[in-house]
Structure formats: C-alpha cells, structure tokens
C-alpha cells in the first residue's frame, strides 16, 4: 500500500511515492529541471500560471508511476506555496495568472483595510494586518481587473486548484481561509467581515474543512491519466510551511521548524492565539488545529533568502555547484572579514513591515574580497534576517532553544546551519524528510491508515544535530549589529 505526496512550490513540484508499512520514500520526482518561471509584469508583481504547475504535477505523478504501479495508491497529500490567488471561472478554467505568494502588488489594499477595519478589530480577530494576504489580492484584482472579477466563480490557494484537478471539487481548508486572512480566531469560522469589507461575494469562497481528513476522492479522469483508482481520497492538504512542520513533528506547543528554501521561514506552535501588534510575523490555524484542541501556527517567512542563494549562483558563481559554494564559504573566516550581504530583493517583507528594501552587498574591499567572501557573506546575510526575525518571534513567547529542519535547501551548507545555530543559541536537529514527504504522511494519517501521531513519524530519522560555534560568536555578533544598523538605515529611507 502506498501514499502520494505533493509538493508544489515556486520553483519546482516534487512528487513523491511512500510505502505506508515502512514510511519510507520508495520514488519521487522533480520537475522541471531548472527552476520554474516566475512572471514579474511590473517590479514587485510575481505570478506563474496554474497550467504550468498542472503539467510538472502530472510529469512528476507519471515519474513515479513508472517506477512503480500507481494501483495500490490509498492516499494522496498535497502541500503548496502559501497565499496565492488563483480565479477560476464557472468552467473551472483560471482566468488569469496565479499571483503568488511573494507579489507585493496588493500591500497597499491590505494596508487601507487595516485602517478601515480597525488595527484592533484586525488583531482580535485575524491575529494579523490583512496585509498581502489572498484575500487583499483577490480586491486588487477587484479594483484593477473588474472584467476579470465579474466572471470569476470561485478563487482558492494553489493547493487547492491541485486537488480540484486531482478530483473534480472545489473545496479548501480551515487552515487555508486563515492563510488569505479569511478566518475569525475569536469566532473560530469564516471571517466574511473581511470578505464584505472588499467586496468578495461569499460564492467565490470555496467550503472549507480539515487539514487532516479526507475532504474529496480522484475522479475517472485521474484514473485515466495515472492509474491511480478513481474514488482515492484525498486526505491531507498544507500549505507548505505548516507542511514542513508537521514533516518535522511540530505539532504541539514549544516546538519550532525552520526551513530555507526560496524562502526563509521560522515556524512555532502555540496553543495559545497571539498576534504581532505590527504583523511583522503571523499567526494562522496549524494542520492539527481543532476547537477542542486548538494549535497555531506563528510564522516568520522571509522571502529573500534562497532565492538570494541561487541568484548569487546564477550571476557570479557561474561554475560552481552549490556543494562547492558551500565549501568555499567555509575557506572564510566567520564575519566574512566585514562583507555585509543584505537579501531582501524579493518583493516586500513581512518582517519589514511589509516594506521592499532591495539586496545588495556592502563593504566591499576590491583587493581583499573574492566570490568565496561573497557566498559566506549571503549564507551569514541570510541568517543575520532569520536572528532579526526570531527576535520578533521571541516576543510572542516562542523561545527557540532547539530547531528542526530537513537536510536540505540552505540547511545543507555548514556555514548557514553553524552560523544560524551560533545567533539564536540553538541546537539545530537535521531530519530525513521534505515536503512531499510529509505530504504523503499527512495523506496516510488523514485516511485512517496511520492510526496516531507515533506511528505516522515511526521512520522519522534525525541525521545530527548543529551546535553553535563559541569561537564564531564575536565575529558574528559584531556582524549582525551592523547589518541591523544597515537595514534600520534603509528602512528609515522607505
């Protein structure tokens, strides 16, 4: 018997095959090979189109398939990037780009609604600003396509329109609705205040239920395409950073993840609901949460991170692979010798107050400075804005002492892992899971055939642990006092 897993982000879709009596990945894939597009109409915008993630989907789901017959699959799970808006019309067709989850282009809409709605109003009920959130998109697009909003029948996350085409039903999730500030933690439903307020007709919002659970069943086409028996449930559907947490085990109060992929996101479970008066980080439902058991999700997403990583690579490590990156950035002492890398170039960040400050380098010293310093200056830069982050975090009671992470993505340069342990103090503890992954656990449970939290993370394997480095915490520590003192001085310029 076997589970799939899912997982669509910006830059790729990986889809993986687990067998449920082992818990092992048994085949997976990744499509395409090099990142995924994303579109950027005008500086700040980000969108990709539903069709592209579709057609990696099934690349990935035929991959697989090929390796081993897709019959006995019981189970489907699907994680996805966060926050996106995709509209579809009555035929179920999207009528325009997904806009993603980095598109700054809805900031202003979310901030005229936080003073419209009330800064309170919003904090005791969506625990968050509306920010750039989907439902902001979804009045952008409202305000500045109205000929698209007319026809639009339903909008929903990403993940969803994945199950929608696995299946045939619209539907989303509780943890979703929170996830497009579409839901009321004081009233525990739907938020429609929000959704009156910009002028979202209810219909458009798809019915919500649990992450955990089964929510609809593949249709004769998904047999027709993979094989796969119509009727298959699927059981479990995340967005991807409560994805990685549940891949980790964090499900109950005091546990943190952390991954750093495009990018950077801290994320605590607390069984207690609290906002950030600036919404610098959010709060939204976990993948657990339940009226009589309530668990939330506080996150820190940063969206400049790997991204930062990659860019570097594409545009001045040209030759080198990240394996190698990593090693160079090891060859330079701690502090980068006074090269400061800012990565905040992916549209506006939450941690700024949603403000869009730009990447860039400083200090450079032409006759000293090489790419090596480069590489370790973005890997410090880097952890400098997650230390700049959990400091936010720390002041919703989330006191980061251990961190779990996947092997994987920035967690595998040493001086990334060392650096980051060093600033915050924590033990950092490597597992053996990823998204995809997780995502065909949470199918396995979601469907029954995991019958608690023991047996669905049984073959969870930590790989080690990262300590912090004594002898690099002077260098650090001088190097993110400047680095703040940089970004407070650019903040104070936007």
Not at 90 to 109: F, M, N, Q, Y
Not at 184 to 207: K, T
Not at 333 to 352: H, K, M, Q, T, Y
Request: with cysteine.
């Amino acid at each position: 018997m076997k589970t799939l897993g899912i997982d669509m982000g910006s830059s790729s879709v990986k889809v993986s095959l687990m067998d449920v009596e082992t818990g092992r990945c048994i085949a997976s894939s990744t499509n395409p090979s090099v990142e995924m597009p994303i579109d950027a109409p005008q500086s700040g915008w980000a969108e990709q189109d539903p069709e592209m993630w579709w057609r990696y989907i099934c690349d990935g789901i035929r991959a697989v398939g090929a390796e081993h017959p897709l019959a006995d699959v019981a189970a489907i799970g699907i994680t996805y990037q966060m926050h996106g808006l995709v509209a579809i019309d009555k035929a179920g067709e999207p009528l325009r780009k997904a806009i993603i989850w980095c598109d700054s282009r809805a900031v202003a809409t979310g901030a005229e609604a936080l003073e419209a709605l009330g800064p309170q109003r919003c904090l005791k009920h969506l625990l968050n600003s509306p920010g750039n959130f989907t439902a902001s998109k979804a009045a952008w697009v409202r305000k500045n396509e109205p000929e698209i909003f007319a026809k639009i029948d339903k909008f929903m996350l990403p993940g969803d329109y994945a199950a929608y085409r696995l299946t045939g039903e619209i539907s989303t999730t509780e943890s979703g609705l929170s996830e497009q500030i579409l839901w009321d933690f004081a009233e525990n439903r739907r938020a429609d205040f929000v959704a009156d307020y910009y002028g979202i007709p209810h219909s458009m919002i798809p019915q919500a239920g649990v992450s955990i659970g089964i929510r609809s069943r593949t249709n004769a086409e998904t047999e027709r395409l993979f094989g796969i028996p119509a009727g298959t449930p699927v059981s479990y559907r995340a967005g991807d950073q409560p994805n990685n947490a549940f891949s980790l085990n964090v499900l109950e109060k005091g546990e943190i993840a952390a991954t750093g992929g495009t990018s950077g996101v801290v994320y605590g479970v607390s069984d207690t609901p609290k906002a950030d008066p600036q919404s610098r980080v959010n709060t939204f439902l976990h993948v657990n949460h339940s009226a009589a058991a309530p668990r939330y999700g506080i996150l820190l997403c940063i969206n400049g991170t790997g991204i930062m990583n990659s860019w570097l690579r594409r545009n001045i490590a040209r030759s080198m692979s990240y394996d190698e990156m990593n090693q160079a950035a090891a060859s330079v002492p701690a502090g980068s010798d006074g090269l400061l890398s800012i990565p905040f170039g992916n549209g506006a960040e939450r941690v700024l107050g949603n403000r869009y400050t730009g990447a860039s380098f400083s200090g450079i010293d032409l006759n000293r400075h090489t790419t090596a310093h480069m590489i370790r200056s973005v890997h410090e830069g880097i952890a400098y804005s997650f230390r700049y982050g959990i400091d936010i975090m720390r002041q919703t009671g989330l006191v980061p002492n251990v961190i779990r992470a996947g092997r994987a993505n920035l967690f595998l340069s040493p001086v990334f892992r060392e650096t980051l342990a060093t600033l915050t103090g924590a033990e950092i503890e490597l597992f053996n899971t990823d998204g995809a992954l997780g995502a065909a656990r949470g199918a396995a449970l979601g469907a029954g055939l995991y019958s608690s939290r023991e047996q669905t993370f049984a073959s969870l394997e930590k790989l080690g642990s990262v300590r912090p480095v004594p002898e690099w915490k002077e260098a650090l520590e001088q190097g993110y006092a400047e680095w703040k003192a940089e970004v407070e001085s650019r903040l104070s310029r936007h």
